[in-house]
């Protein structure tokens, strides 16, 4: 259970990590 959900975390955090500059401009632009 414990596994299943750190790779859920990591998969999420990875989503964001590539995202993130994305969402930082749109945030910037957003303002």
């Known amino acids: 259970m414990s596994e299943k959900s750190q790779n859920v975390q990591d998969v999420f955090l990875n989503h964001v ?4 500059n994305a969402v930082t401009v749109f945030l910037v632009n957003g303002v």
């Open 17 to 20: 990590r590539k995202r993130k």
